[in-house]
């Protein structure tokens, strides 16, 4: 049984003590492979060193977070750029718009957001979308940008059945589903239940969103099973088919193999 983190930031501090053994700990859970989504130009390093101590396991994207988006954002999109231009990467992002914390560069975010979906298309890379209290807004810009160059991933999907059947209409999105599927009261379970198989990808989001019964805790790559387990559950299929599946759909997103 073959597993697929295909959101997880092993680069982070939070890392720092144990990361070896974290990765070891993925590993030794049947998680092969784990791609890793950029956050700003000061991660970009500890990233790309990481990806080079596990080649054919990790795999770095590149990309602006949308909570990084400031004044200043059109630097650091050329800053962002230029490691595009001078690098492997597999995916852009991760990317999109975040209106949970602070909604003072909603604007700049929404800009932010176009300027990497055409790097998407230019660069022939699936897009890693971040849509926190943000679904309108970035559904109002897939509308006007959709097109069969742009692929890619709502990444931590928490929303309603309805919003999932209109990503999956754009024809080349899939479903990131992370630990929160594992929470009682989330209704991501009902969700899950109604979607396609083939349209979900599985992912941790490490460090964050641990899935029960470690909630609250740091999250790590390793607990991809907890969350391979319950989809299983909901969708009454043996978790080797879910593991199967949803490697087979990262492997055709993001073209690592």
């Keep these: 049984m073959v597993l697929t983190d295909t959101h997880t930031h092993l680069y982070l501090e ?52 949308p909570t990084d988006v400031k004044e200043n954002f059109e630097t650091e999109l050329q800053k962002i750029k230029d490691h595009l231009d001078n690098g492997t990467w597999y995916g852009i992002g991760e990317t999109g718009i975040d209106l949970y914390w602070d909604k003072t560069f909603a604007q ?40 069969d160059r742009l692929t890619g991933v709502f990444h931590c999907f928490t929303g309603t059945e309805a919003q999932a059947l209109k990503i999956l209409e ?13 929470f009682k009261n989330s209704g991501l379970d009902k969700v899950a239940k109604n979607i396609p198989l083939d349209k979900m990808l599985l992912e941790t989001d490490s460090p964050f969103l641990a899935p029960k019964p470690f909630r609250g805790k740091r999250n790590e790559s390793a607990r991809l099973l907890l969350i391979a387990e319950k989809l299983a559950e909901v969708k009454n299929i043996p978790v080797e088919e879910v593991a199967d599946q949803t490697t087979a759909n990262a492997v055709k997103l993001f073209k690592f193999k």
Aim: proline content about 5%; aromatic content about 12%; charged content about 25%.
């Design 14 to 65: 939070e890392f720092n003590e144990d990361r070896d053994d974290v990765i070891r700990r993925a590993f030794d859970a049947g998680v092969e492979y784990m791609l890793l989504p950029n956050i700003d130009n000061d991660t970009v390093e500890p990233m790309l060193a990481l990806c080079a101590e596990y080649p054919g396991h990790l795999f770095p994207m590149m990309g602006l977070h």
């Design 108 to 147: 700049e975010q929404e800009t932010a957001l176009r300027i990497q979906i055409d790097w998407a298309k230019k660069y022939n890379l699936p897009l890693v979308i971040h849509s926190r209290n943000s679904f309108g807004e970035i559904f109002h810009i897939i509308d006007d940008t959709n097109d």
């Design 170 to 182: 754009y024809g080349n999105f899939y479903l990131g589903i992370g630990g929160v599927l594992t």
